[in-house]
């Protein structure tokens, strides 16, 4: 195929050279230039290998319809399967083609051309079953992966996206003729309007063809260009260029994809791409129509093309692709293929028309007469033949004699469609047009407009007439735009999908889908195998499957099976077209939720003390919180827990509890809320006192615990567990407001305003009394489970003495501003007590010595407090609170519940795990009844063996007995189940 | 993908709100003796019906208000927002936009585009 380059064009940049390589040769084109157009303008059309049968592919199209010319981009992080007729070429731009090896010219693959008869339709699926199962993942698999395919994974990619939201009145999508005579007439209206151009260039058919003569006796492009600068100027219409409407959903939802590197390498750490995310009043579809191809024997050819595709590449790119190319067609609309060759210097080597010499248009007629074309009427093309590449073609002519032409292109035309994918995305209906011989939008489902060809209006004596109709619900201009033709005006097609191959061959092929290859052959044998209806058969051959979901030929396959099935093709009906209307970028759908914006990290107002002294994080939440304390590189996480909880108990420890959730909650009626939604009686506590406290959800079971502190009966301050804290204001907030209006009670969360230091051990009383010497800790005057307010050195602090570890312990409260300083005299004074920091692991351990459960680890959601053996944290004499009434249903007070016991190993040695079932069994003989399970397991070095924590079944009654924890193994360990307290049971340590 | 109109803050996007299920189910007292059937039926049992629904919606990353709106789960368009205090709005008048909400034709599956 030799181009030719036409030098009067307005987007191709003649003067302006860029290189680039494809499969490592360097070739040139010009700015503007697509792929596939300085491709084709270097005579190159073999760009790839089909996706089954590894036959050579070309360029097909000139849009985003394209099923063949996909390309690996090796210069942006090898993004694979971009479209070549879409993609902009920038200088040092690298290419390569797919699916092909060791090369292009000679691919390895093609041998599965050879034995295509076999690769029909559901062969593998018929094949690869046997002789095990272990066969299709380790051989079969990896073998087809290998064989057939599109692109590699790209490597390393960082792509990065915006998303902007639009909230507007109207959406035009499409600035083709019909969408700029829609934005014209709402220009200073008062609607805020978007128009959305997927192209670089506003026009549509104005730029891509020589359709149109003359707009209200202008040239069209003077036309286009006064009437861009009219929109441009308005006030209330803005235009997105390079943007693509993927997605058309419920309440007239868009979204859009723009490329912001068109016909440059994208810059790393750039924006390079953004995703508008459009909600509209009313979405005006103006977004055109595409042409269909035709099925006959290699279809498939490099050389053919589709005839419009042709005429832009000619109109657009100043490129055209052959000299003399074959024109094949079975409609009206390939007409101004022919008078652009003409116009152009050039002309078809032949024209080859199913219709009726009566039925072409009499100024096509004139026009190929006056230019001697060789003119076939009622004929039709049989196969095209040679190798990788178009050499020659037989046509059938009206008398039924066999014609061969040489020729290196060929141009078809098969109709065109409306393009109705967003209309239907939209759930608009579709009806079939019986006389255009495509689906049409009939019913739309949402405030959709179509106009022009995307609403199935292919001629043009109605514009003005169908715009206004249809915009008469706006108040704006009335439109009277006059219309000057180059060549027919009426749309006239004749029913041809098919033609069949002149000899018939196992090896005959008539594409249906030129990306997944499948044939007319694999349509019949899926109808013949009992597939026939749309969605099935789709499913088993792959049909319209691939990256351009058949875009140029599904509705030529709906064609053939209703003539297949003898059904009308309104009863064949059409799969569900669904988003996005072409593929769509994850990283453009992440924007910028990903990487370090992903989910945000919160840290304590110590996190960089902990940073300088070894602290290994753990993720609580968003929150980073110490997880151990490392004192040398070579400590293990073993060690330093066990060193920092003996700490704990022998001296004394520090922890960073500032992650805790915090809730104010103050009001009149701050008493009576607290009462409804805690389980607790808060009524006779004292002022100054706190308590642990419960919340249950109004099933009963646990959702969350923490320490209440009750400074007045209008005041309490609420802890909460780190993860819970968001879950517990808004179960508050949401009580407050629908089912307690009546209480006058405010709270709000106060996590991040004060900072929290837990202290425990038996030393802390004096590095206490040191750290803040104005505060009397003797037990008499500072109890257990009561707090204070004091100030330190101007700041204000409020002390709870409470404790998670059971030794002595005190909680600090201090501003988080002043937390470090605080933190590091705490530090320096404790030193000489032997003060360590602990982590978050040291503190679990510590905590279930005691017993204490940690909420969503000792529970899940199926647990009461009952289960826990807290019923005495139940305000009984309460009329109600959250939960209440579930505590008392037939099933929560069933005696065989899952509860919470403590188990340790019969023999000391023996380890336990977390997640290991407990069974009454040594032996493991399916069906092993399960008791239940491990929901806590530690090695303490103060009780010197493992010991866990457990919910079994009915597990109060069953303390003091023996039973079994299951292994990965299958083997078990004997454990004995005991009371879920393993240290200071009299709570001694605590009080004293 | 919803615009919803905060009956305190005007209309926001979807992704600033959070569901709350099923509107007007009233908590039984919990001072007065009620059956288990009762009970289990207003924690576990609400209604999920085709078309109009009474639900309940709360501006978490806004105002933290819970209001009430009336929602076609067939469409998912909110037709209504009102404050929990307002009166709910009769169905009646609501008219939905298509026969079958979910825009499939009358006959036939939710995969049908082409009209029947």
């Given at each position: 195929m030799k181009s030719i380059n036409?030098?009067?064009?307005?987007?191709?940049?003649?003067?302006q050279k860029i290189s680039f390589k494809f499969d490592g040769v360097k070739y040139f084109g010009y700015k503007g230039d697509t792929i596939a157009s300085a491709l084709l303008r270097n005579n190159?059309?073999?760009?790839g290998r089909s996706f089954k049968y590894h036959r050579p592919r070309g360029i097909y199209?000139?849009?985003?319809?394209?099923?063949?010319a996909l390309v690996q981009i090796?210069?942006?992080?090898?993004?694979?399967?971009?479209?070549a007729t879409i993609k902009k070429i920038y200088e040092g731009m690298e290419i390569e083609s797919q699916n092909r090896w060791p090369s292009l010219e000679n691919?390895?693959?093609?041998i599965n051309n050879l034995f295509s008869?076999?690769?029909?339709?559901g062969f593998y699926y018929k094949t690869f079953?046997?002789?095990?199962?272990k066969f299709w993942k380790n051989l079969y698999e990896p073998l087809i992966r290998r064989a057939a395919g599109l692109g590699k994974p790209p490597k390393d990619f960082k792509g990065i996206s915006n998303h902007i939201h639009h909230n507007v009145d109207v959406t035009i999508i499409g600035g083709g003729l019909n969408g700029l005579l829609a934005a014209k007439s709402f220009i200073n209206s008062n609607y805020d309007v978007l128009l959305i151009e997927f192209?670089?260039?506003?026009?549509g058919i104005i730029n891509n063809s020589?359709?149109?003569?003359?707009i209200d006796n202008k040239e069209p492009k003077d036309w286009l260009k006064e009437t861009i600068q009219e929109i441009e100027e308005s006030k209330n219409v803005k235009i997105l260029k390079?943007?693509?409407?993927t997605t058309y959903n419920y309440i007239n939802h868009l979204i859009a994809i723009e490329d912001r590197f068109v016909g440059y390498k994208p810059i790393e750490g750039k924006v390079n791409s953004t995703l508008h995310k459009i909600r509209t009043g009313h979405t005006i579809l103006c977004n055109g129509h595409i042409e269909r191809f035709l099925s006959f024997?290699?279809?498939?050819?490099?050389?053919?093309?589709?005839s419009s595709s042709f005429e832009k590449y000619m109109c657009r790119?100043?490129?055209?692709?052959?000299?003399e190319p074959v024109i094949f067609s079975n409609?009206?609309?390939s007409n101004s293929l022919v008078y652009s060759l003409i116009k152009a210097g050039l002309k078809p080597k032949a024209y080859v028309d199913s219709r009726s010499g009566e039925e072409i248009e009499p100024n096509l007629f004139d026009l190929i007469r006056k230019n001697d074309v060789p003119l076939y009427t009622n004929?039709?093309?049989k196969g095209a033949f040679g190798n990788?590449?178009?050499?020659k073609i037989l046509v059938e002519d009206s008398s039924g004699a066999l014609n061969e032409i040489k020729c290196d292109c060929l141009c078809l035309s098969g109709g065109i469609n409306p393009d109705v994918h967003l209309f239907t995305q939209s759930k608009g209906l579709l009806d079939w047009d019986e006389k255009d011989l495509t689906y049409k939008p009939s019913?739309?489902?949402?405030p959709t407009i179509t106009l022009g060809s995307a609403s199935?209006?292919?001629?043009?004596?109605n514009l003005n007439s169908d715009v206004n109709e249809k915009l008469k619900t706006f108040k704006v201009k009335k439109l009277d735009v006059k219309l000057e033709l180059n060549t027919n005006t009426k749309y006239n097609i004749e029913k041809l999908w098919e033609v069949s191959p002149q000899k018939k061959s196992l090896w005959a092929k008539s594409f249906i889908d030129l990306q997944n290859d499948v044939t007319t052959k694999d349509i019949r044998q899926a109808i013949t195998e009992g597939f026939d209806r749309i969605e099935h058969l789709k499913r088993y051959?792959?049909?319209?499957?691939g990256t351009d979901q058949g875009k140029i030929s599904s509705i030529n396959a709906l064609g053939i099976v209703s003539d297949l099935l003898d059904k009308k093709v309104n009863e064949v009906g059409t799969t569900i077209y669904r988003p996005p209307y072409a593929p769509l970028s994850f990283s453009a759908i992440a924007g910028r939720n990903?990487?370090?914006?992903y989910d945000p990290e919160r840290k304590s107002p110590i996190h960089s003390w902990h940073l300088k002294n070894g602290a290994i994080f753990e993720d609580v939440g968003q929150w980073k919180r110490p997880w151990y304390f490392q004192i040398?590189?070579?400590?293990s996480m073993h060690d330093a827990v066990q060193r920092e909880s003996i700490n704990v108990r022998e001296n004394a420890g520090i922890l960073d509890g500032s992650t805790l959730g915090k809730i104010e909650i103050k009001g009149e009626d701050a008493l009576e809320f607290m009462n409804l939604i805690?389980?607790?009686?808060?009524?006779k506590m004292k002022q100054g006192s706190a308590r642990y406290a419960l919340m249950l959800g109004e099933d009963g079971m646990v959702k969350d615990d923490g320490i209440i502190c009750k400074i007045s009966d209008q005041h309490f301050i609420a802890t909460t567990t780190t993860g819970g804290a968001a879950t517990v204001l808004g179960c508050m907030e949401e009580y407050a407001q629908?089912?307690?209006?009546n209480l006058k009670v405010f709270m709000n969360s106060i996590t991040e305003q004060y900072a929290t230091f837990n202290i425990s051990g038996p030393k802390t009383r004096e590095i206490m009394k040191k750290a803040f010497p104005n505060i009397n800790f003797s037990n008499e005057e500072f109890p257990f489970m009561t707090f204070q307010f004091h100030e330190f050195n101007g700041i204000p602090i409020r002390i709870l003495r409470a404790s998670?570890?059971?030794?002595?312990g005190y909680e600090i409260y201090i501003p988080s501003n002043s937390a470090p300083k605080i933190w590091d005299n705490i530090q320096s004074v404790g030193k000489e007590f032997g003060l360590a920091p602990y982590g978050t692991e040291a503190m679990h351990l510590l905590r279930a010595e005691k017993g204490y459960i940690i909420v969503g680890q000792?529970?899940?959601?199926?647990?009461?407090p009952i289960d826990l053996g807290?019923?005495?944290?139940?305000?009984?004499?309460?009329?109600?609170?959250?939960g209440k009434r579930s505590l008392t249903r037939s099933d929560t007070i069933r005696e065989d519940r899952k509860q919470l016991v403590g188990i340790i190993p019969s023999n000391k040695a023996d380890k336990l795990e977390e997640g290991q079932h407990i069974i009454l069994d040594k032996e493991i003989k399916s069906p092993v009844p399960m008791l239940g399970h491990i929901t806590s397991c530690y090695y303490s070095s103060t009780l010197g063996h493992d010991f866990a924590l457990a919910v079994i079944k009915n597990g109060h009654s069953m303390i003091g007995t023996k039973a079994y924890a299951s292994t990965s193994s299958m083997s078990t360990t004997g454990v004995d189940i005991v009371k879920?307290?393993?240290?200071d049971e009299d709570n001694k340590r605590l009080v004293s | 993908m919803l615009i919803i109109n905060?009956?305190?803050?005007g209309p926001r996007d979807q992704s600033e709100f959070s569901n709350g299920g099923e509107a007007h189910v009233k908590r039984p007292d919990g001072s007065k003796e009620i059956g288990d059937r009762e009970w289990g039926e207003y924690v576990f049992i609400r209604a999920n019906p085709k078309g109009l629904f009474y639900e309940r919606w709360v501006h978490t990353h806004g105002c933290r208000k819970w209001f009430n709106c009336v929602r076609?789960?067939?469409?998912?368009?909110?037709?209504v927002t009102y404050k929990l205090d307002e009166k709910k709005p009769n169905l009646n008048n609501f008219k939905s936009v298509v026969k079958t909400p979910s825009g499939e034709p009358e006959v036939g599956s939710g995969n049908f585009t082409v009209e029947k």
């Open positions: 036409l030098k009067e064009n307005q987007f191709i940049q003649f003067h190159i059309n073999l760009v199209t000139c849009g985003i319809e394209e099923p063949n090796i210069s942006e992080y090898s993004e694979p399967n971009t479209r691919d390895f693959g093609s008869p076999i690769f029909t339709a079953m046997g002789p095990h199962k192209e670089e260039q506003l026009g020589n359709k149109i003569s003359l390079n943007t693509l409407v024997q290699n279809n498939d050819l490099p050389g053919i093309m589709l790119y100043g490129l055209a692709p052959s000299k409609n009206s609309n004929s039709q093309i990788k590449k178009i050499e019913k739309p489902f949402q199935g209006q292919f001629n043009f004596d051959t792959t049909n319209s499957m990903c990487y370090e914006f040398n590189k070579d400590e805690y389980t607790n009686s808060f009524t629908t089912e307690w209006p998670f570890t059971g030794e002595l000792d529970t899940d959601g199926s647990i009461t807290l019923s005495w944290m139940i305000g009984k004499s309460k009329k109600d609170f959250l879920p307290v393993f240290y | 905060c009956p305190y803050c076609d789960t067939s469409t998912d368009e909110i037709l």
